[in-house]
């Protein structure tokens, strides 16, 4: 530590006391000896920019952005990069010298990142995709995959408008299929990723049959809470690749943390740890 002005930063949404990122984020700052704070931040939604704007007059960096306040924050935003624009929210914002706030999305980057490290044979080109829900997360997720090359993504959600809607919105390469046809057009794919909560602890199981789905099929959930699912379970029992959701939410932290505290962070197994301790 050095008697230099400390870095800030945090997070913000509503609730946000459930929030790992303080967590996250203190075990960086303490590993690479870092005179910074990280500080969780809840605003009511009609003072989001009133409180934001504050934050920047205050000496923060920047913020992390979470439920609900993704997509408001992009539209608060002075500047925003080409990949926030693309999946219409942003998770990670930036306050600059002349208080402009520039909004970023690392959610994409934190998901194909996540896959990377723990399924490094991956590889996406060779078939199609089949993603579960079309919310918010799973914006970010096809845009990732789309990057990456995968030929075809096949969307499911239980309710079909909101898939035709981002059929629309990121082209020819998406498809929308009935969610009553997702147990069936799991044989086809190479890559499955579950971006409901279903599964997450308290809500209920995800309805999907895995009887078809070939082994070495890449399967992936986004949920944590726990980290190896049902899902996650019955795919590995097929014979599958799984890679639970930790990794997405640690990876996409990271950078934040560089362009906050000026220093690349490794996502490695002692986080992992220090996240997952009781």
Known sequence: MTSETALLAGVTGAPIGHSLSPRLHGYWLKKYQINGYYIPVELASDQLEEGLRALATLGFRGVNVTLPFKEKALAIADKITDRAALIGAANTLS????????????????????????????????????????????????SSLLAEGVPEIRLANRTRSRADMLCEHFGAR????????????????????????????????????????????????????????????????????????????????????????????TVDQGLRDAVLAP
């Not at 990723?193 to 099929?217: H, W, Y």
């Open 95 to 142: 306050f600059r010298k002349n208080g402009n706030i520039q909004a970023d999305n690392t959610d994409g980057h934190g998901f194909i990142a996540n896959i990377r490290q723990n399924a490094p044979e991956w590889e996406p080109k060779v078939g199609p995709a089949l993603v579960l829900g079309a919310g918010g997360a799973s914006r970010a997720v096809i």
């Open 174 to 265: 998406l498809k929308a299929i009935d969610w009553n046809r997702a147990s069936s057009e799991i044989a086809e794919a190479k890559t499955v990723v579950n971006t409901t909560s279903l599964g997450m602890e308290g809500q209920p199981a995800l309805p999907i049959s895995l009887d078809k789905i070939r082994k070495n099929t890449l399967v992936t959930d986004i949920v944590y809470t726990p980290l190896m699912t049902d899902f996650l379970q019955a795919a590995a029992a097929k014979g599958c690749v799984t890679v639970d959701g930790l990794g997405m939410l640690l990876h996409q932290a990271a950078p934040g943390f560089e362009n906050w505290f000026r220093q690349k962070p």
